[in-house]
């Protein structure tokens, strides 16, 4: 028996009145994905636990069959993972992003950019490097991740530091949330360096002349020290594989004992390698049991408050990803999950901590499902109960 887990993350919403009070998913053609939901079960699983932030960390660990409130320390430290690098004692991860933002006249800053117009890995690994060079010691050091998305390690000690996502501030004062840092000043001081070093570089001048967003200072977030996590083999005895554009993704795979299939053209949003994922997925359960897909398009989208591109992302998500994959697998017996980590609305543009509806389809008892379209609205009012991540791998392996 084979096992995958497909995740379109971020693709949960809320109804919307330009959609006739349907949400994105619901309005979407999505027919591979609403034949899975008729012939499967369908299920909610609370991927953020109670008193945790919904974040893609917490919520794609417990995708993963963990339990977050067991092994979560922070996002960072699992991007380190995929990356290679691995955490010594005494220090901290941090996400780097590389941000767009905007000084006030009154002295206050505004969040105009997440992702710094999502700048291209080649422009921003240029960035990051050279940062690195003026700005790494022995206290700070850089590493160039893809796109906007990097990571800082800090020998030393936080000081009670709380810091924020910037994706949840987007065109918002966020002044207060930069003068947290000083309490921590190696990085107050290296995020104010930064944004001059960042100004003239060539990379910048470029952008500002095509009109593009510069990548005009760093924002650090989602800070920890390395977790303990036992790997898939451990826990269930199989082998897996994962699929991902996103360090967090990969870091999770790393920490699960699971091959990160890396796969070229995999950027995280609509212009992904969709076919190279496909293909990847396929190839992988020739020699594993278990493969987790993961497209970050729907999640992207939410963030800019982009409708038609959200429902561009979740019908992109259903038919190069969810179809070809079903299609791959005719003539085996296979057991196939599809969710989300969690709802990003397009009226909040950040994510949300609801429980994610679930489809469970084994191909062998076709014609034996639930009858509905895979909606929020209908797995909310048929849909069984996880209790939480471990309990959703569980039932996925028939355990």
């Not at 918002?172 to 003068?179: A, K, L």
């Not at 020290?225 to 554009?245: H, N, Q």
């Not at 062998?364 to 499902?369: I, T, Y």
């Amino acid at each position: 028996m084979k096992y995958l887990i497909l995740v379109g993350d971020g693709m949960g919403d809320l109804p919307m009145a330009e959609l006739g009070g349907r949400t994105p998913l619901a309005a979407a053609r999505t027919p591979a994905m609403d034949r899975l939901a008729a012939d499967g079960e369908l299920y909610l699983l609370r991927t953020v636990p109670e008193g945790f932030p919904p974040g893609s960390d917490v919520a794609n660990l417990s995708l993963a069959g963990y339990r977050p409130v067991e092994c979560y320390t922070g996002r960072a430290p699992l991007e380190a993972a995929s990356m290679g690098v691995e955490l010594a004692v005494g220090e901290i991860a941090f996400r780097c992003n590389l941000v767009t933002v905007a000084q006030g006249d009154d002295g206050g800053l505004t969040m105009v950019d997440y992702s710094a117009g999502h700048i291209t890995t080649g422009e921003a690994r240029q960035l990051i490097e050279a940062l690195q060079r003026e700005l790494g010691n022995d206290l700070v050091r850089l590493y160039p991740g893809v796109s906007y998305r990097h990571l800082l390690v800090y020998r030393g000690e936080s000081n009670g530091l709380v810091t924020v996502p910037p994706h949840d501030h987007t065109g918002r004062e966020v002044g207060g949330y930069r003068d947290r840092y000083r309490v921590v000043p190696p990085l107050a001081e290296l995020m104010a360096k930064a944004a001059l070093i960042l100004a003239d570089h060539p990379v910048n001048l470029a952008r500002v002349a095509k009109g593009l967003n510069p990548a005009n200072g760093v924002w650090l977030w989602g800070e920890g020290k390395a977790p303990s996590m036992p790997t898939l083999a451990d826990r269930f005895g199989i082998s897996g594989a994962l699929i991902s554009a996103v360090d967090l993704l990969k870091g999770i795979g790393v920490y699960a004992g699971m091959e990160i299939i890396n796969v070229p053209g995999a950027t995280g949003y609509l212009d992904t390698n969709y076919q190279g994922k496909v293909d990847g997925a396929l190839g992988a359960l020739k020699s594993k049991d278990l493969v987790f897909v993961h497209v970050e398009a729907p999640d992207e989208a939410g963030h800019q408050g982009l409708l038609a591109e959200k429902m561009q992302a979740i019908e992109d998500f259903d038919q190069r990803i969810v179809q070809p994959i079903v299609d791959g697998l005719a003539g085996t017996d296979f057991r196939l999950a599809v969710a989300m980590d969690h709802f990003t609305p397009l009226a909040i543009r950040t994510h949300s901590d609801q429980p994610v509806p679930v489809i469970i389809y084994d191909s062998r008892r076709q014609g034996k499902g639930s009858g509905l379209p895979y909606t929020e609205e209908a797995v909310a009012k048929s849909g069984g109960q996880l209790a939480d991540g471990r309990h959703f791998l569980e039932v996925l392996l028939g355990r």
